[in-house]
């Protein structure tokens, strides 16, 4: 096990992130690209693909806001950090993303609640064989997802300033 170390673990999964969106951002450019061309050409299309096309964008948009948190470009307020000294805004991040990381732990635990409500009450929508419920795991997929890189984030914040290397 002397080849894994966490950095390189996190480096890999980052990049699977990065390939799935890439992938989803195809896949929609491309059936939205083919309803538009069979409209104009046939004057029809196919039936499954813009409720599909729906749960894409929505896939689409909560990972690529998991890659963004990841990145550290989420939408943020910041109203006192340039007013502050540099330890203290340091330990301000450290705080929030902790403060961030328990939101999205309960966004999670929500979310993973609502899949099992509707696996076991819903009589959703079936596209592709699919259940509503299957394509609704998005939420706490992308919700664990963030909560993960708040964590890391705070972990780093917290292992930079104990060796002096705060950011």
């Given at each position: 096990?002397?080849?894994?170390?966490?950095e390189?673990?996190?480096?890999?999964?980052?990049?699977?992130?990065?390939?799935?969106?890439?992938?989803?951002?195809?896949?929609?450019i491309?059936?939205?690209?083919?309803?538009?061309g069979?409209?104009?050409?046939?004057?029809?299309?196919?039936s499954?693909?813009?409720?599909l096309?729906?749960?894409?964008?929505?896939?689409?948009?909560?990972?690529?806001?998991?890659?963004?948190?990841?990145?550290?470009?989420?939408?943020?307020?910041?109203?006192?950090?340039?007013l502050?000294p540099?330890?203290?805004?340091?330990?301000?991040?450290i705080?929030?993303?902790?403060?961030?990381?328990?939101v999205c732990?309960?966004?999670t635990?929500?979310?993973?609640?609502?899949?099992?409500n509707?696996?076991?009450?819903?009589?959703?929508q079936?596209?592709?064989g699919?259940?509503?419920?299957?394509?609704?795991?998005?939420?706490?997929?992308?919700?664990?997802?963030?909560?993960?890189?708040f964590?890391v984030?705070?972990v780093s914040?917290?292992?930079?300033?104990?060796?002096?290397?705060?950011?």
């Amino acid at each position: 096990m002397a080849g894994f170390s966490p950095e390189k673990i996190l480096s890999g999964w980052y990049k699977v992130e990065e390939t799935v969106l890439s992938l989803l951002l195809l896949l929609m450019i491309t059936l939205a690209c083919l309803q538009i061309g069979l409209r104009m050409l046939f004057s029809s299309g196919i039936s499954w693909a813009d409720p599909l096309l729906r749960y894409l964008v929505l896939w689409a948009g909560l990972l690529g806001a998991a890659v963004a948190t990841r990145r550290g470009q989420h939408i943020a307020i910041d109203l006192v950090s340039h007013l502050l000294p540099d330890l203290l805004t340091h330990w301000l991040r450290i705080a929030t993303e902790f403060l961030s990381l328990a939101v999205c732990l309960f966004l999670t635990y929500a979310s993973v609640v609502f899949v099992i409500n509707e696996a076991s009450f819903g009589n959703g929508q079936i596209i592709l064989g699919m259940s509503s419920w299957q394509l609704n795991l998005i939420f706490p997929i992308s919700f664990g997802l963030i909560s993960l890189h708040f964590l890391v984030d705070a972990v780093s914040g917290i292992r930079e300033t104990i060796s002096g290397k705060a950011r």
